[in-house]
């Protein structure tokens, strides 16, 4: 199912739970009410039974035509709180009868008492509220307790119904818990997850293992999309690594040929040119010209030295990495300390590394004396079974790093280290100097970009 599939049915969980908890809460509200409502229409019953019997023990001769109209009054209000009560309740039909039977013993009870009053008797009157205490008192006693039977349900209604209420809170909560739950492996599986996986590729890859790639299970999630993408990304990635570690290295080993070459044909030649000429000089008078010619051979000789000097020494093939920085460095230093700390033996470096650290060493040298004018430049190459580490320091001028423009040098040595999967920095202040700083894994995947490229020549130029 796709994550976007996922968050829907989700999304719809959540509204009907919202809905289904929103109803419930209102409905057992509503219930709650209802009951309490209830118990104040039998508080209201029981008020107007306590009038019913006052009225009923305060009847003399004058206030027999008032107490009848408000006993009529009572009654009907009594008749209106008692039809709020649904019919089928036996303690509410049961009040409803003893309401139409006090309504008859009340009027039996009005004209007794006014015929007593009309004869005048004592002994009529007595009998007369001996009937009201035995008949009318013994219904007002019982609706009394019919009402509190009615208050006594309805107060257990209102406890059954809150009991309810709570279970439904209870059940409300879990269901909002497992949502929250499945909320969460939602997005974990469908985000988090991959994210993680994104995440802890790009450091390998930072690291320089192009040769990575994310496991990709395609479900269909949309998130898988972006795995592929991201191992697309390195697939082209590190074709272009290949790519530009195979120019690099055509370019040195056509460099390493013309240096070969020039030391070892046309310096060769040049030398017998001179030889010859110096015969000449023994055999004829033209000594000008031969001499301008010898002027002219000698400035060829110097170029040549100086073109090997830019381009890839020979010696880096014969003697080694640690030899040819010390060559180096002793062909740069006239005017400026250079210090170089170096294994004794390239034993621990890997060959595949001696052509980029002496071309980021040449480069980084060559542009701070250029630019910089330092004083002192500090060397240093260390490693163990994991990194080959190089740092390139000096005191010259240093520049901004925010305003500098990267240059050819710059951009050459990045990307001599992002071929062999290392990485490179620069810090710089003005007049506090450079550090380049680059390391290099001693362990590559052969099967991959590495140094797996397309095999090329050893003794002459492609």
């Known amino acids: 199912m796709k994550l976007k599939t996922n968050l829907i049915v989700l999304a719809a969980s959540v509204i009907l739970v919202i809905i289904i908890t929103g ?56 008749d209106t709180l008692a039809s709020s009560f649904p019919r089928g309740d036996a303690a509410v039909d049961k009040m409803r009868f003893e309401m139409v039977q006090l309504n008859r013993i009340l009027n039996g009870y009005m004209q007794t008492c006014e015929d007593v009053f009309s004869l005048g008797s004592r002994d009529s009157f007595t009998r007369a509220i001996q009937f009201r205490v035995q008949s009318l008192a013994r219904y007002l006693h019982s609706m009394s307790s019919l009402t509190q039977e009615l208050l006594d349900k309805s107060y257990a209604h209102v406890q059954k119904v809150r009991r309810k209420q709570r279970t439904f809170l209870v059940a409300s909560v879990v269901a909002w818990c497992i949502l929250l739950v499945f909320w969460t492996l939602a997005l974990w599986s469908g985000i988090m997850t991959p994210v993680k996986k994104l995440l802890h590729s790009a450091a390998i890859v930072r690291r320089g293992n192009l040769a990575h790639r994310v496991a990709v299970e395609n479900n269909g999630h949309e998130m898988d999309a972006l795995l592929i993408s991201f191992n697309a990304m390195l697939d082209r990635l590190e074709t272009l690594t290949r790519t530009r570690k195979t120019v690099f290295d055509i370019t040195d080993r056509e460099q390493a040929w013309v240096g070969r070459q020039l030391n070892e044909e046309i310096s060769q030649i040049v030398t017998g040119i001179k030889l010859h000429l110096a015969v000449l000089k023994n055999e004829t008078t033209d000594n000008h010209t031969i001499g301008k010619i010898s002027v002219y ?68 040298a060559n542009n701070a004396l250029y630019h910089g004018q330092p004083k002192h430049i500090a060397i240093q190459v260390n490693g163990d079974d994991d990194t080959v580490c190089l740092t390139i320091t000096d005191n010259g001028r240093g520049f901004d790093l925010s305003k500098v423009k990267k240059g050819r040098g710059l951009t050459a040595m990045q990307v001599r280290c992002a071929t062999e999967r290392g990485d490179f920095s620069i810090a710089s202040e003005p007049e506090k100097g450079c550090c380049i700083t680059a390391s290099f894994p001693v362990q590559t995947n052969p099967g991959r970009a590495g140094n797996a490229g397309t095999a090329l020549p050893q003794d002459g130029p492609v």
């Open 23 to 78: 109803s419930g809460l209102i409905y057992t509200e509503r219930k709650i009410n209802d009951a309490l409502s209830a118990n104040k229409t039998i508080t209201l019953i029981v008020n107007e039974v306590f009038q019913l019997n006052r009225l009923a023990a305060n009847v003399n001769r004058a206030s027999i035509p008032r107490t009848r109209l408000q006993w009529q009054w009572k009654m009907g209000g009594l």
């Open 297 to 364: 051979l000698d400035q060829i000789q110097a170029e040549i030295k100086q073109i090997l000097k830019k381009m890839q020494p020979v010696m880096l093939d014969e003697f080694g990495l640690t030899t040819t920085l010390e060559w180096f460095c002793d062909q740069i230093g006239n005017n400026t300390d250079i210090r170089l700390n170096v294994p004794a033996d390239d034993d621990g470096i890997p060959k595949r590394l001696h052509i980029p650290i002496f071309r980021i060493v040449q480069e980084a």
